[in-house]
């Protein structure tokens, strides 16, 4: 049996002493022949190479909830005096390598150098769009944030970042993360991996932040699935105000529907937790599947005039763009 370099602990009902998986969901393990089949279709939309971004500058600190869009899953969020980010990647690749890999399209939405002073950083899961190394090195260096993440990521970070804080959890635990700041780890139906050969080794999780200006829910990457999950959330842990929720990277769904859900989905999780309002993320920055750069966009603005739900209610999220919620 392979060893797992990341996470030794107990098997549970989604680790099995080696690999984590999603219990009673569909399989996102994917070989070569479905990639195979998947690539040489050819049906990847064309994008553009760049997209014009006006990044804003953050006010240093913010008294109530305001949140401002970096790019993918890379968000700031203000909550009372203390600031996060989420999935932070400020490099031109989400890639192992420096000239191979998805190349941003939409540069950060804020400048890395007038970011305010940032308390602490979420981390979702280990793949390369998502926990970003060499950001975190400069985070590290600026901030000395405190960093959360479910098991294992804490191995990827301190590999490159050896002087991080870290705190780890499992699906459910919630950790306090000072200034009356709090995260609940949510399941997640997704998967991870750093190389072929650690596919599943590192937990992947969302985070339900509890702050005296309101709950926000970071899903992270997920699929639908049976849906079990997302009411779970809204029955342990309450409806959140804002919900953070992916509506790109979905496309052809018999290859991604397993792991990433689609503009349809994502307001059935909108609905299924209860929220008072989401902001759409993980669409537009990195070009990972075939859908065309906007057609989240418009997916999302079909869904909910269909179900009749305002879409001042589940935005779109645009790079630069600030958002700020009472």
Not at 25 to 45: E, N, P, Y
Not at 54 to 67: I, M, S
Request: with cysteine.
């Amino acid at each position: 049996m392979a060893r797992n370099p990341y996470y030794d602990g107990p098997p549970s009902d989604h680790f099995d002493g080696t690999r984590f998986f999603n219990p009673g969901q569909a399989s996102t393990d994917r070989g070569l022949r479905a990639m195979l089949r998947w690539k040489l279709a050819g049906g990847a939309a064309k994008w553009p190479k760049s997209v014009p971004v006006t990044p804003a500058k953050p006010e240093a600190r913010v008294d109530g909830l305001c949140v401002t869009m970096v790019g993918h899953a890379s968000l700031l969020i203000q909550a009372a005096g203390v600031n996060i980010l989420t999935d932070p990647v400020w490099s031109e690749r989400a890639s192992p390598f420096r000239r191979v890999g998805p190349k941003r399209v939409t540069a950060p939405g804020i400048a890395f150098e007038d970011l305010p002073p940032i308390d602490i950083v979420l981390l979702s899961h280990a793949h390369y769009d998502h926990l970003d190394i060499d950001t975190l090195r400069r985070l590290h260096a600026a901030h000395d944030p405190l960093m959360a993440m479910p098991f294992g990521n804490d191995a990827v970070v301190r590999a490159g970042v050896p002087a991080a804080r870290c705190v780890t959890g499992d699906w459910w635990d919630r950790l306090d993360l000072g200034g009356g700041i709090a995260t609940t780890l949510t399941p997640a139906n997704h998967w991870s991996n750093r190389w072929p050969s650690d596919t599943r080794m590192t937990l992947w999780s969302g985070h339900y932040l509890s702050t005296p200006a309101g709950t926000i829910w970071f899903v992270g990457d997920t699929g639908y699935g049976d849906g079990r999950i997302f009411s779970e959330v809204r029955e342990r842990l309450g409806a959140p105000d804002l919900a953070l929720i992916p509506i790109g990277a979905y496309a052809p769904r018999w290859f991604m529907a397993a792991q990433h859900v689609d503009p349809a989905e994502a307001v059935r999780i909108f609905a299924d937790v209860g929220a008072g309002h989401a902001l759409g993320i993980h669409w537009g920055t990195f070009q990972l599947t075939d859908e065309a750069r906007e057609a989240p966009v418009a997916e999302l603005a079909t869904v909910l005039d269909a179900a009749r739900i305002a879409p001042d209610h589940f935005v779109a999220a645009e790079a630069g763009s600030v958002y700020r919620f009472g």
